[in-house]
């Protein structure tokens, strides 16, 4: 079974920035591609944006473009979310997702308040 880890959240202002990290276990992460999702207060979970296993095709959810990267180190089994100027709507507890196998990480919180 994969596990992952999510790092890199916390409480920032409004326009800052933060990069969060998933590391997974085991030997697969460079054969799946890989997503970020979000669950903010009283919301329903949403997707921020994917990327291929080769680290091609990064697409991102609407409100985030721009904003928002997707990356990845196979070398390091590690998949990033850097985000820049962030708001306040991006308060959120961000989820790492492997869609083929179902795993997710645990989440990390991001609060993004002044």
């Known amino acids: 079974q994969v596990q992952f880890v999510e790092s890199g959240g916390g409480l920032v202002q409004p326009g800052a920035s933060l990069r969060l990290s998933c590391v997974a276990s085991?030997?697969?992460?460079?054969?799946?591609?890989m997503t970020w999702y979000r669950q903010g207060p009283g919301k329903e979970r949403e997707f921020v944006a994917s990327?291929?296993?080769?680290?091609?095709?990064?697409n991102y959810a609407d409100s985030v473009k721009g904003r928002f990267t997707i990356s990845r180190d196979n070398d390091k089994n590690t998949l990033y979310l850097q985000m820049n100027n962030l708001k306040p709507e991006d308060t959120a507890v961000y989820y790492c997702?492997?869609?083929?196998?179902?795993?997710w990480g645990q989440g990390i919180q991001v609060t993004v308040s002044s």
């Open positions: 997702n492997q869609p083929t196998t179902g795993y």
């Open positions: 085991g030997s697969t992460f460079s054969r799946y591609a």
């Open positions: 990327i291929w296993a080769n680290g091609g095709s990064p």
